[in-house]
Every structure is written in C-alpha cells, then in structure tokens.
C-alpha cells in the first residue's frame, strides 16, 4: 500500500462518506481495483482512520449551525439530543439485530465468520446501491413536486419520526451500498421533514454513531493482530494518520456540495447516480472483481 493509494482511498472515503452514494461502496471499489484485500487488517485500519477524518469534517461544518440551533440554552438541546439518543438506539436494535440473524443464519458453518467477510462481495453491494438509489430518487422527486405543501422550513425530526430514522439507519449497517446519509435523509423528507434540517439530523446521528463503529471495527484490529497482523498495522499507521486528514479535508469539500444540491432541489440526481453505480458494479462483478 502506497502513499498514492492512501491518498486515492482518503479521496474517495472523504467525498462519499458524506454524500448519499454509499462511501464503503466506492473503497471496496477502488480496493479492488488498485489490486488492494478490503479485508486484510491494514485496510481495516485504514478504514477506520477514513471514518474518523470524516467525522470530524462533519463536527467543523455544522458545528455553526448546531450551536445556534441547539446548544443556545438546555430548552433547545434537549429534544434534539432526545430525538438522536433515541434514533441511535433504535438503530443499534435494528443494526445488530439483523447482523446477528445474518451471522447465525449464513454463517451457520462457519463459527468464526463476521458480517464484515462479506463487505467485498460485489454482488452483495450492487443491490444495495439500486436500493438506496431508488429511496433517493422517489424522496427527490417528491420534495421537488410537493415541497411547498409537505415540508416546512425549520421543522425538526418528532420522536416517531426519528425512531423510523434510526430504523433505516440501522438497515444500512449490515449492508455494504445502502448509503447511510442517503437513506436517513430521504426517509426524513419522505416523512416531511424539511430538508435541510433532515440533513442536519442525519450527520449528528453520524457523529454520536461513528465513534462506536470505529470501537467496533479497533476490536476487530486487536484480534486480527493476535493473529499475526501487528507488524503489518504497525507499518501501516502513520500512512492511515494521513489519510485521516485528507479525508477530513475531502469530506469538507462534499458536505458544501452536498448542501448545495438540497438547497437547489437536486437531491434526486443522486439516486440516479445510485442507480448508474449499481450497474457499475455489477458489471465489475461479471468480469471477475
């Protein structure tokens, strides 16, 4: 793994973790095809440090607009940390729940087997994109044809609303393409909350998730270097620390666009992108990725 590629990989996880296209779709993508294992420790840790680059770009830019909005006075950020603690355990119910069904079932022989081993299958993660892009695509549509009359501007997630939110979010963790960003924000609009305040919700769920996703996939490093992976995680550090901060700076980069294309209505272009890349990679599938 070269600098080169940790920059590519920080490129790719820093625009599309935090546009609804599905960022873990587009890094296994790129693994394979700049001939790299998405499974092997060193990517894991890679991984990890994407995600939390990411995180951070998403703290820096709406940290603004989350202190004006909730943290003026304990009045104002106690339903919205109420809405997000609720959505967050809502979808680790759903999340877990559905990953320990799929290790128990599709893993019944294999005891050892992680929900990960198959995050670089493509022919998994193709159907997840069309999914996620077809969710995109009707919650676009609708908001350009109805959104005079559904959906008002400042209104945030009511506590039912946010619980369905945590549910979708929760279905996109087993799922390698269902796009996080892309799924809980067109359920927010579909669901007719305004736009920008569903994108606003949908990173803070991001923020308080990421930290146990990051604990999640650390406890899977301290295994994978009991198991002879520690010289390789080693080397490897100081290039993830990198690709951390360009990730940052590229995640920065896609949430100004991001805000962009909800404000002029544009939201339903990226489900037709979904859509584009599902084929995509199916198609990379077909020849033997």
């Known amino acids: 793994m070269t600098v080169l590629n940790i920059v590519i ?68 950020f106690k339903p919205v940390a109420v809405a997000v603690i609720l959505a967050t355990a809502v979808t680790g119910i759903v999340g877990l729940g559905i990953t320990e069904l799929i290790e128990r079932v599709a893993f019944a022989d294999m005891p050892h087997a992680e929900i990960e081993d198959l995050f670089g299958h493509l022919e998994f993660i193709a159907p997840a994109l069309a999914v996620a892009g077809i969710l995109i695509l009707v919650a676009g549509l609708l908001e350009r044809r109805f959104s005079v009359r559904v959906m008002a501007e400042g209104r945030d997630p009511t506590l039912a609303q ?26 927010g ?50 290039l993830s620390l990198l690709g951390a901060a360009v990730a940052f700076l590229a995640g920065l980069v896609a949430l100004k666009w991001l805000s962009g294309w909800l404000e002029h209505g544009r939201w339903y272009l990226f489900g037709l992108y979904c859509l584009a890349a599902a084929g995509g990679v199916f198609y990379l599938h077909s020849i033997g990725y």
């Open 9 to 76: 990989l920080a490129i790719v996880q820093g625009l599309a973790e935090l546009l609804p296209v599905s960022s873990s779709a587009h890094v296994v993508v790129a693994e394979k095809l700049l001939g790299l294992d998405p499974s092997s420790p060193p990517m894991t840790l890679l991984l990890v440090m994407l995600h939390t680059g990411t995180m951070f770009a998403v703290i820096v830019y709406f940290w603004q607009t989350w202190r004006r909005s909730y943290f003026r006075s304990f009045p104002d």
């Open 162 to 187: 946010s619980a369905v939110i945590g549910a979708v979010q929760g279905l996109c963790l087993p799922f390698r393409g269902f796009s996080r960003s892309g799924a809980t924000i067109s359920t």
């Open 189 to 238: 609009m579909l669901l007719g909350v305004a736009k920008a305040r569903a994108e606003t919700f949908s990173f803070a769920l991001a923020v308080v998730l990421t930290p146990a996703v990051v604990a999640r996939e650390a406890l899977r490093l301290v295994h994978a270097a009991r198991d002879g992976g520690g010289a390789s995680l080693g080397a490897v550090t100081g």
